[in-house]
């Protein structure tokens, strides 16, 4: 029963998944001939026809891959394999945690397998047809290999820990669990951009000059007195741009990618960083800890009745009782209920963008910056200006172009 309560869920997620992907295929192709008066503006015939293009293979692949990782949960839960996996690893230490943890790390990395040639399609084939990625074959291997590195570097002594605690800790061991893991969380936030980032990219300062002096004053002038301005060979990998800041107190900083500083003009950059300072300035960054604070102790308090229930586990071939087991089948299913909840996410988000562009808007002293600004991001993203509402509504965590445009003017 609970594998049919299981199976109805993923086929709901699923169909609902591409029924969003149809109607936004749809719309996408409705306004294919012509931009429609509303968006007309922000892109150029040929810019707009390659966005177009750009979207719809985006959501044809986005497809296969939603089918294809469909698939595979439904071969993982009914062949047997997790049993099996976990007979290979359960002798290996019958009295302690390491091995629930080592099940875990490995388990983890043979699952991601599957997904491996629809990500080098992506990256290697889309990608590479609209001009965006900049990767080599070697770097992408590269990357993958070192991210298996860190999760056992990383993850494995963060599981043995968080498992560690049922022996200590007794009946109550989620409570700590969680404030472990979420400590481990905000630790990352400094750890992250000082030592896991440079793993992958190269951070530099940015060079003496008139733009790194408008920065810094815009950063002064606004309160947020970033300790440096980095910027990311983002370049490397794709065409793609972003901004963003990290860490917290005395150990914030701002990144810009090359390719950013590359497509815009000193003023549109100065504003994309008072929007960014705005999330800062706004809260926000506050405000998601929080939530993702209760939502993870939640998610923690959910895992104990389960690993606890006689059901669960055993319903997929696993041991009563055992919290490993509870942990991955967790990661594995919890998404076909959370998937619901992602518009309600995602309108706090939405909210979160409107706030942080109106602080651009006054900080710069008027729209016409951070406007420029996102119109020539929209443009060299290829960005897709006529989504179906239902699908920005569910999916997207930024308003559109023309929804931002119309908050940050007023309506002008």
């Known amino acids: 029963m609970v594998l049919i309560v299981v199976l109805v869920l993923l086929a709901a997620k699923v169909g609902a998944e591409l029924v969003l992907s149809f109607l936004n295929r749809a719309e996408v192709l409705r306004h ?54 976990h007979g290979k690893f359960a002798p290996l230490s019958p009295t302690g945690v390491w091995d629930d943890a080592l099940f875990l790390i490995a388990t983890g990395m043979l699952l991601s397998v599957p ?32 991210g298996l590195a860190l999760a056992l570097v990383i993850g494995f002594p963060l599981l043995w820990a968080l498992l560690s605690l049922v022996g200590v800790a007794g009946a109550n061991w989620w409570v700590w669990g969680f404030a472990l893991v979420f400590g481990f969380q905000l630790l990352m936030l400094v750890a992250y951009p000082k030592l896991i980032l440079p793993l992958f990219n190269k951070l530099t300062p940015l060079p003496e000059g008139d733009l790194r002096t408008r920065l810094l004053a815009l950063s002064d002038k606004t309160g947020f007195k970033a300790s440096t301005i980095q910027v990311m060979d983002g370049s490397k990998r794709s065409g793609h741009s972003n901004a963003f800041f990290t860490g917290f107190g005395k150990f914030r900083r701002i990144v810009l990618f090359d390719t950013l500083i590359a497509q815009l003009s000193e003023e549109e950059l100065e504003a994309v960083l008072a929007h960014e300072v705005g999330h800062y300035k706004r809260g926000h960054i506050p405000k998601m800890l929080v939530v993702g604070a209760l939502m993870m102790l939640g998610g923690f308090a959910l895992i104990a009745w389960l690993a606890q229930s006689a059901w669960f586990n055993p319903a997929f071939g696993l041991p009563a009782g ?58 060299k993203n290829l960005s897709n200006l006529t989504p179906h509402p239902w699908y920005s509504g569910f999916y997207y965590s930024h308003p559109t172009i023309v929804e931002r445009e119309r908050a940050v003017t007023g309506g002008a």
């Open 32 to 85: 294919a001939g012509k931009a429609p008066e509303a968006v007309a503006a922000l892109m150029d015939e040929a810019t707009y026809q390659k966005s177009v293009a750009y979207t719809l293979a985006k959501g044809k692949l986005g497809s296969v891959e939603l089918v294809w990782d469909a698939l595979i949960l439904v071969a993982i839960l009914t062949s047997g394999v997790l049993p099996w996996l």
């Open 115 to 146: 997904s491996l040639p629809l990500d080098w399609w992506g990256q290697f084939r889309l990608e590479a047809r609209f001009g965006f990625n900049k990767s080599t074959l070697g770097l992408w291997i590269s990357d993958k290999l070192k």
């Open 322 to 379: 055992e919290l490993a087991s509870a942990f991955l089948l967790f990661s594995l299913l919890s998404g076909l209920a959370t998937f619901w909840f992602t518009p309600v996410g995602n309108l706090f988000s939405r909210k979160h963008e409107y706030e942080a562009d109106a602080f651009a808007r006054d900080a710069m002293g008027g729209a016409g910056p951070i406007v420029a600004a996102l119109r020539k991001l929209a443009q």
